[in-house]
């Protein structure tokens, strides 16, 4: 398929040459320019990407983002081919992706919000799970795209509901971060070895995916960002103001919440979220480490 994918960061990047690998034709444009991947043509605005192809897929920051490269200055909108439908795996707001939605809908083009899991290792190993709001028939359309890079689809619902799941998604991975951290700070405090209560987890129902990825990063103090701080950070704000519409008591995201302003203040917002537990050592004046298994 012709292929327009715009954004190259941690994500888009290895997702763009998956797309290529799998022999799609495929342009790429990122804000700031020379991250293209080997095989994919370089266009020099997001309109010029998008002009000639079948399917526009987006992986940039924030809501901000997508709305720049979408309705900005040599935007998607200038430039979309009508029958094409544009697809969006940034996560950004739930209700802004369905007034983009509309004002694309009324260009003749489809929209899917098809937000991902599986973090840098997942997108660069082509593991990717998507989880994706949109018409069944256009959602069809894409499984070859979806099958070059991720493992698996869920289809949470129309336009909107990939985001809104995702989100709920986030708010788990944030808060059982943040149980893991605290538990391993504790029991470091408490003269337990981190790599031995690792193992123990690992044994027992206290197991989880989040703890699996992180627990052995956290062990060699490896902060270099696969899900940076400041994303997340992000998240928790799109969660909480979500919340807030809906009249949603969060009481433990509120707090989690404090953590990432204390951890942004004291300049980690570059570092991976789970960079987080720094801040629980240096109150409890103890460091978590250990060989991981
Ligand atoms: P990243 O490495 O920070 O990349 C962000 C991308 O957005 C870059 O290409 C950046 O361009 C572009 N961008 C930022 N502001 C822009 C603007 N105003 N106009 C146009 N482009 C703009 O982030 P990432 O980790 O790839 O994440 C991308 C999205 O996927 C985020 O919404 C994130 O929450 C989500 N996500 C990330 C992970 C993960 O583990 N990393 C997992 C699941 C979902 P420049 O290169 O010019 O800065």
């Given amino acids: 398929m012709r292929v327009a994918f715009l954004g190259l960061g941690i994500m888009g990047r290895p997702m ?11 342009a790429v444009w990122n804000r700031t320019p020379g ?31 997508v709305e720049q490269v979408l309705f900005g200055k040599s935007g998607v909108e200038e430039a979309v081919a009508s029958g094409a439908v544009v ?23 489809e929209y899917v919000d098809a937000p991902i899991t599986g973090s840098k290792l997942g997108a660069e190993s082509g593991q990717l799970i998507f989880m994706a709001g949109g ?36 708010l788990m991975i944030a808060l059982t971060y943040q149980g893991f951290a605290e538990g391993l700070t504790l029991a470091t405090k408490l003269g337990v070895q981190a790599d031995k ?28 960002p696969n899900f940076p701080l400041r994303l997340m950070h992000k998240d928790i704000h799109l969660m909480l103001d979500a919340a807030r519409e809906l009249r949603v008591k969060l009481p433990g995201l509120e707090t989690v919440e404090e953590i990432y302003e204390i951890a942004t203040e004291e300049g980690q917002s570059d570092l991976d979220y789970a960079a987080t537990i720094a801040l629980l050592e240096k109150w409890a004046g103890v460091e978590v480490k250990g060989v991981p298994a």
């Avoid at 697809?87 to 083009?109: E, F, H, M, N």
């Fill in 135 to 170: 018409a069944e028939e256009t959602l069809a359309r894409l499984q070859p795209l979806f099958s070059a890079m991720g493992k698996a689809v869920f289809r949470m619902g129309d336009v909107g509901k990939g985001q809104s799941a995702k989100l709920a998604m986030n």
């Fill in 35 to 65: 991250k293209e991947p080997d095989g994919a043509q370089a266009a020099s605005s997001a309109a010029e990407a998008a002009r000639e192809a079948e399917v526009v897929w987006m992986c940039v920051a924030d809501t901000a983002a």
């Fill in 197 to 224: 209560l690792l193992e123990l987890i690992n044994a027992t129902m206290v197991r989880s995916g989040v703890v699996d990825y992180k627990g052995p990063f956290v062990l060699r103090r490896d902060f270099s």
């Fill in 16 to 26: 763009a040459a998956n797309l290529v690998k799998a022999g799609h034709e495929v």
């Fill in 87 to 109: 697809v969006d795996s940034s996560t950004i707001s739930p209700s802004a992706t369905v007034q983009y939605a509309g004002r694309l809908r009324a260009r003749g083009a």
